[in-house]
């Protein structure tokens, strides 16, 4: 019984946190900069409310960079149309598209691989959809202008 309990709360909370999660929709968009600083993450569908919320915060704070997605290969066309609107038209990439030379498919590769091709050109930024930026982060900022 108290897996059904759990699964229940569970559940609940989920449900709290899309709910809560859908105001970001209401925030304005933020304002990409091609300033060599990317915001980078794999999300897929279910995530996108609470990315959405993480990438904005983040940026809200920091004042720097462009967005980069890997699709996980869920997003739908809503949902690409609902980031296209939030985050400037960002670089939505398909997890196919990855080059994966001799490394498994379908694991974490594609991921990574995709971050090391992007870091040729720019700081890269790893973000998860379950973080929130909720005040300054000069560690992050000093951490860009040093180049580590």
């Not at 997890?95 to 991921?111: F, H, M, N, Q």
């Not at 890269?124 to 959809?129: A, G, M, N, T």
Request: with cysteine.
């Amino acid at each position: 019984m108290t897996t059904l309990a759990q699964h229940l709360q569970w559940r609940m909370a989920h449900a709290w946190h899309q709910w809560r999660a859908r105001q970001i929709l209401t925030s304005p968009p933020i304002v990409p900069a091609d300033d060599g600083v990317i915001l980078y993450s794999m999300i897929g569908t279910r995530v996108v409310l609470p990315y959405l919320v993480a990438v904005k915060s983040l940026h809200a704070q920091l004042k720097r960079g462009r967005v980069v997605i890997l699709d996980d290969g869920t997003l739908t066309a809503a949902d690409r149309a609902m980031l296209k609107h939030h985050l400037g038209n960002p670089d939505i990439r398909g997890i196919a598209s990855v080059d994966l030379g001799a490394c498994p498919p379908r694991s974490c590769w594609e991921r990574l691989l995709l971050l090391l091709e992007l870091r040729r050109d720019a700081y890269v930024i790893q973000l998860d959809s379950d973080t929130v930026t909720l005040g300054p982060v000069p560690e992050v900022a000093a951490a860009i202008a040093d180049g580590r």
